[in-house]
């Protein structure tokens, strides 16, 4: 039983900044990589930022220079810092994170999702 919780959406202004945090709890030996994904309505799915165990860092094109993304490994829970955010960022922001269970099998598992909305 594996659970990620996400917390930190809302509205905000346009470049105004956001961070999301997703916290994962459960029988968890070790969480492998971790990444955001947003969802517009009409629009497919889309990576918006990853980082793996190694802590190496991958971004779209379109956040790269606004958006960070980190973990905290002693706290299970990754971030997502949204700064410069515009109107086109609006979306469901979901968390994934690939987990090594305590007894050895590996599993992807996502949050709830959070709603981020950039308006004036």
């Known amino acids: 039983q594996v659970q990620l919780v996400e917390s930190g959406g809302g509205l905000v202004q346009p470049g105004g900044s956001l961070r999301l945090s997703c916290v994962v709890s459960?029988?968890?030996?070790?969480?492998?990589?971790m990444g955001w994904y947003r969802q517009a309505p009409g629009k497919q799915r889309e990576l918006v930022a990853a980082i793996t165990s190694a802590s190496n860092t991958n971004y779209a094109d379109s956040v790269k220079g606004r958006f960070t993304i980190s973990r905290d490994n002693a706290k299970n829970t990754g971030y997502l810092q949204m700064n410069s955010l515009k109107p086109e960022d609006t979306a469901v922001y979901y968390c994934?994170?690939?987990?090594?269970?305590?007894?050895?099998?590996?599993?992807?598992?996502w949050g709830q999702g959070t709603q981020v909305t950039v308006s004036s």
């Open positions: 994934n994170a690939d987990v090594r269970l305590s007894w050895g099998r590996d599993y992807d598992y």
């Open positions: 459960g029988s968890i030996f070790r969480i492998n990589a």
